[in-house]
Nanobody, 124 residues
Framework: EVQLVESGGGLVQAGGSLRLSCAAS????????IGWFRQAPGKEREGVSC????????YYADSMKGRFTISSDNAKNTVYLQMNSLKPEDTAVYYC?????????????????WGKGTLVIVSS
């Protein structure tokens, strides 16, 4: 079955860095795009970044550009999210999800499988 497992979350001070991992299984990895999303309590889920595993093209929400970097390792069936210069407002549960198609959709409605999330807390 399709499975997405996030890891790498934790507590970090503002200005610090963290790398999240999304280990995928149960499908042909390079046939799908995988994205990162986040949700803080009381807020709606928002897109963070997405990568097409077929061609390597990556996309970012404007607020994450220059701070976050998404990458994929097709040999390991894993997508990473390197987060630098973290801010308290980055505190959220971070989820990875698989696109229903080969390419990144414009919103999370285009994702068909989701991981259970990993918590990131950025302290002041």
């Amino acid at each position: 079955e399709v499975q997405l497992v996030e890891s790498g979350g934790g507590l970090v001070q503002a200005g610090g860095s963290l790398r999240l991992s999304c280990a995928a299984s149960g499908f042909t990895f390079d046939d799908y795009a995988i994205g990162w999303f986040r949700q803080a309590p009381g807020k709606e889920r928002e897109g963070v970044s997405c990568i097409n595993n077929s061609d390597g093209n990556a996309y970012y929400a404007d607020s994450m550009k220059g701070r976050f970097t998404i990458s994929s390792d097709n040999a390991k069936n894993t997508v990473y999210l390197q987060m630098n210069s973290l801010k308290p407002e980055d505190t959220a549960v971070y989820y990875c999800a698989r696109s229903s198609s080969t390419y990144c959709p414009t919103n999370y409605y285009g994702m068909d499988y989701w991981g259970k999330g990993t918590l990131v807390i950025v302290s002041s």
